[in-house]
Antibody
Framework: QLQLQESAPGLVKPSETLSLTCTVS??????????WSWIRQPAGKGLEWVGR???????NYNPSLKSRVTISVDTSKNQFSLKLNSVTAADTAVYYC??????????????WGQGTMVTVSS | SSEVTQDPAVSVALGQTVRITCQGD??????ASWYQQKPRQAPILVIY???NRPSGIPDRFSGSSSGNTASLTITGAQAEDEADYYC???????????FGGGTKLTVL
């Protein structure tokens, strides 16, 4: 059974870079026609898609974050990562990694990590 | 602002039927997916591809779509269905994911 697990530092200082890694277990990140995404959720608020990656290297980012976001993959470690630079308090949120099935008629996040809380504070 | 919109809150009496809706222009071309999120838990997928349920999702959950509106229906709502529900689709470019703002379902 495929599982996703986020790892993160927890606390990041303003203006610095937030770095998250998602480890995929129970299957290969390279198998199947799936994308790998990051989604975040500020406390008490809704879900916000951050961006996605296909293991070929193709990426798409939320236009509101595009200038600050990079998503990359390490297939040898079965991991994908998120870097968000120049963070502010507005980036404080629970960050989820998720597997995404993307077709021409629907888009669904079928497996999620448990989420990790990242706080931006000095 | 989200390009798909949901009512902030809906309530239903125990055992009754409730419909949660998601509206947006992209839904004329794409099917919404629906997620259930309980407090302090990650979301779980409950409906995708209009009316498909992942393994383990009870058959009281169903989906439908008409025009610019997608609906999630719970037939015979249970106490454990009390949660936040989110839909997702694409933005006007067709390249980026958007989530609805979420609907808080209260089971009375």
């Amino acid at each position: 059974q495929l599982q996703l697990q986020e790892s993160a530092p927890g606390l990041v200082k303003p203006s610095e870079t937030l770095s998250l890694t998602c480890t995929v277990s129970g299957g290969s990140i390279s198998s199947g026609s799936y994308y790998w995404s990051w989604i975040r959720q500020p406390a008490g608020k809704g879900l916000e898609w951050v961006g996605r990656l296909y293991t070929s290297g193709t990426t798409n980012y939320n236009p509101s974050l595009k200038s600050r976001v990079t998503i990359s993959v390490d297939t040898s470690k079965n991991q994908f990562s998120l870097k968000l630079n120049s963070v502010t308090a507005a980036d404080t949120a629970v960050y989820y990694c998720a597997r995404e099935k993307l077709t021409i008629v629907y888009d669904a996040f079928d497996i999620w990590g448990q989420g990790t809380m990242v706080t931006v504070s000095s | 602002s989200s390009e798909v919109t949901q009512d902030p809150a809906v309530s239903v009496a125990l055992g009754q039927t409730v419909r949660i809706t998601c509206q947006g222009d992209s839904l004329r071309s794409y099917y919404a997916s629906w997620y259930q999120q309980k407090p302090r838990q990650a979301p779980i997928l409950v409906i995708y591809n209009k009316n498909n349920r992942p393994s383990g999702i009870p058959d009281r959950f169903s989906g439908s779509s008409s025009g610019n509106t997608a609906s999630l229906t719970i037939t015979g709502a249970q106490a454990e269905d009390e949660a936040d529900y989110y839909c997702n689709s694409w933005d006007s470019s067709g390249n980026h994911v958007v989530f609805g703002g979420g609907t808080k379902l209260t089971v009375l």
